[in-house]
C-alpha cells in the first residue's frame, strides 16, 4: 500500500517556475513507477512525466524540456520541477505510483494504482 501526498502548487507568473514534491508512505515506493500527471477543468487527465523504479524518465512532448522528475528512494519522494510555465499549465496536478510493463504503458492512467489528492497550479499570464 502506498499513500501519496503533493505539495508545492501555487500561482506563478508566466515564464516562472515552481517545483511539486510528492511524498510516498509505504515500503513498496523503491520499486514502484512513479509518475505526475494534470487535468484541467472540462479536459481528461494528461500524462505529464515519469521515472520507473531504475529511474528511467519519461515525459510529454508538451513538457519535454521544461518540466524535469526526479525521485529520491532514500526519502520516498519524487519531485516535478516546472521551468518556463505557460498559463495553459494550469491544472490540478497528480501523483501517481504504479507498475508499467512498456514504454507505452507507463504513459497510461490505468497503470497507477495509488493516486494523491492534487495540488493546484495556477500560471497567470
Known amino acids: 500500500q502506498v499513500q501519496l501526498v503533493e505539495s508545492g502548487g501555487g500561482l506563478v507568473q508566466a515564464g516562472g517556475s515552481l517545483r511539486l514534491s510528492c511524498a510516498a508512505s509505504g515500503r513498496t515506493f523503491s520499486t514502484r513507477d512513479m509518475a505526475w500527471f494534470r487535468q484541467a477543468p472540462g479536459k481528461e487527465r494528461e500524462f505529464l512525466a515519469a521515472i520507473t523504479w531504475t529511474g528511467r524518465t519519461y515525459y510529454a512532448d508538451s513538457v519535454k524540456g521544461r518540466f524535469t522528475i526526479s525521485r529520491d528512494n532514500a526519502k520516498n519522494t519524487v519531485s516535478l520541477q516546472m521551468n518556463s510555465l505557460k498559463p495553459e499549465d494550469t491544472a490540478v496536478y497528480y501523483c501517481?505510483?504504479?507498475?508499467?510493463?512498456?514504454?507505452?504503458?507507463?504513459?497510461?492512467?490505468?497503470?497507477?494504482?495509488?493516486w494523491g489528492q492534487g495540488t493546484q497550479v495556477t500560471v497567470s499570464s
Open positions: 501517481a505510483a504504479g507498475s508499467s510493463s512498456s514504454d507505452q504503458s507507463i504513459r497510461r492512467t490505468n497503470v497507477y494504482d495509488h
